[in-house]
Nanobody, 125 residues
């Protein structure tokens, strides 16, 4: 599976961005999809996941501010980010894993086989 992220950029604190991840697979069909991020010097962090049945999971750090969604007709995963903070600055990656019955820990990077190259998000104050 090939995953290509887009939509990153620079934004001021309090602003919004919407990331997209175009997939070569049918995203809503038996796959769990997720967004991860990694800031310099920090470990990769799972922030949002959506399972094939539509169940979503969020990290505490983004819950209420970020929304994960997908458009199966476009094979595209989205991450709507609002109320951005400087701490949200990172490289954002999408990931996919065949999981018709869901994943045990959908925000664990070790659960995912397929990864995109990432898109950079920089939030300034």
């Amino acid at each position: 599976a090939e995953l290509v992220e887009s939509g990153g950029g620079s934004v001021q604190a309090g602003g919004s961005l919407k990331l997209s991840c175009l997939s070569s697979i049918a995203t809503a069909s038996e796959y769990c999809m997720a967004w991860f991020r990694q800031a310099p010097g920090k470990e990769r962090e799972g922030i949002a996941a959506i399972e094939s049945d539509g169940t979503t999971t969020y990290a505490d750090s983004v819950r209420g501010r970020f929304t994960i969604s997908q458009d199966s007709a476009k094979n595209t995963l989205y991450l709507q980010m609002s109320s951005l903070e400087r701490e949200d600055s990172a490289r954002y990656y999408c990931a996919a894993e065949p999981a018709p019955n869901g994943l045990q820990t959908p925000l664990d990077q070790n659960e995912y086989k397929y990864w995109g190259q990432g898109t950079q998000v920089t939030v300034s104050s």
